[in-house]
């Protein structure tokens, strides 16, 4: 099965670059940066153990496959062709007439254009968009409607779906994840934070909280001759678009194991790591992360402008103890699952 989605011509390169560069560790940014290291390195084993596994028992002819879901620049499947490549995987899968193939998933927007462009040429790795916006969702049963995956992982994705449409995705992924394969994800905006931690979003709900207040106080004359567009009031419409960014209440582990429980059968578990202060902030500036979360703005350079300028204050209040420039740390969840027995 080949991809089903091309980049139109265009597309948001500086977007793109600014989310991946984000995510991996200048200067050759192949490695995943230490604060997204030790989720994505135990989702990369994990999932490369489960590909070992049906490699073994799989005979000559057949096909393993693995899908990356939410796949974004590609940070998790890069890493999974790189470890497969390097501890041999990938010749064994050759010496043994098995094929291995990877198969990304995502929107079509700017960052996974770039993925596009990173791992499209590389053999037996497919690209396919789950919806071509204007165009509706395309459930994972219709786009792969004979094929099955042992695999399926999601790096940092499930946090931005809301339980409602968890129990969506379970009962697809539950359609096209084999008898014995196995779902590996990450999220680090899954609650409750433990004490002295934060949620991977909590800074970007304080920046929109204040955002707001300032919109209701009305903007300094000095911001308003700063501004390259227009700021429009705050509607439901522009909530409804940071929302969809950065849910404005994160989803609970419970709450998110009892989403998926119909289908899934669901293990967790929780880790503390670190992030840089600037990092967080840079996860503020991506482009396509202001523009939606500080909606109002019509330009994104005042977007990014604004969130930077509110970052430290919406540190402050959240953690009001934490030195300027010291790591902050973050509550992540990592998980497994499997079909469940219902």
């Known amino acids: ?3 089903n989605w091309t980049p139109p011509p265009g597309w948001d390169r500086e977007d793109a670059l600014a989310l991946h560069r984000l995510l991996h560790e200048p200067p050759d940014f192949e490695r995943p940066r230490e604060w997204a290291c030790a989720a994505t390195a135990w989702l990369v084993s994990s999932a490369s153990s489960s590909v070992l596994r049906a490699l073994r028992a799989a005979k000559a002819g057949s096909v393993v496959r693995v899908m990356d879901y939410g796949a974004g620049t590609g940070l998790a499947s890069l890493q999974l062709l790189r470890v497969w490549d390097r501890s041999g995987l990938t010749q064994e899968c050759a010496d043994k007439g ?9 929107l079509a927007n700017s960052w996974f254009c770039l993925a596009h462009e990173l791992l499209s040429p590389r053999e037996r790795v497919f690209i396919h968009a789950v919806r071509v916006p204007p165009g509706p969702f395309v459930p994972l049963p219709d786009l792969f409607p004979t094929q099955h995956f042992d695999v399926i992982v999601a790096n940092m994705v499930l946090h931005l779906i809301r339980p409602v449409s968890l129990r969506i995705l379970a009962d697809e992924i539950s359609q096209v994840l084999k008898p014995s394969g196995q779902f590996y994800w990450t999220a680090p905006d899954i609650g ?3 004490a002295g931690s934060i949620l991977f979003h909590d800074v970007n709900r304080m920046v929109r909280q204040l955002w707001e207040a300032k919109l209701d106080c009305g903007l300094t004359r000095g911001e308003r001759l700063r501004l390259r567009g227009q700021v429009t009031p705050v509607t439901l419409e522009s909530r409804s678009r940071a929302a969809k960014r950065v849910l404005p209440i994160a989803t609970e582990l419970t709450a998110l194991r009892a989403a998926m429980a119909s289908k899934l059968d669901v293990r967790a578990t929780r880790s503390l790591n670190k992030i840089g202060a600037a990092d967080l902030r840079e996860t503020l500036l991506v482009p396509a992360n202001a523009a939606e979360l500080l909606s109002e703005c019509q330009d994104v350079r005042d ?3 604004f969130a930077a300028a509110l970052f ?5 209040r959240i953690l009001p103890e934490q030195d300027v420039g010291a790591p902050v740390l973050i509550d992540w969840a990592y998980g497994s699952a499997r079909l469940g027995t219902q």
């Open 1 to 3: 099965m080949g991809c």
């Open 98 to 106: 098995v094929t291995l193939e990877l198969h990304l998933v995502d």
């Open 192 to 194: 409750p934070a433990r």
């Open 303 to 305: 977007s990014t402008q």
């Open 312 to 316: 430290l204050e919406a540190l402050h």
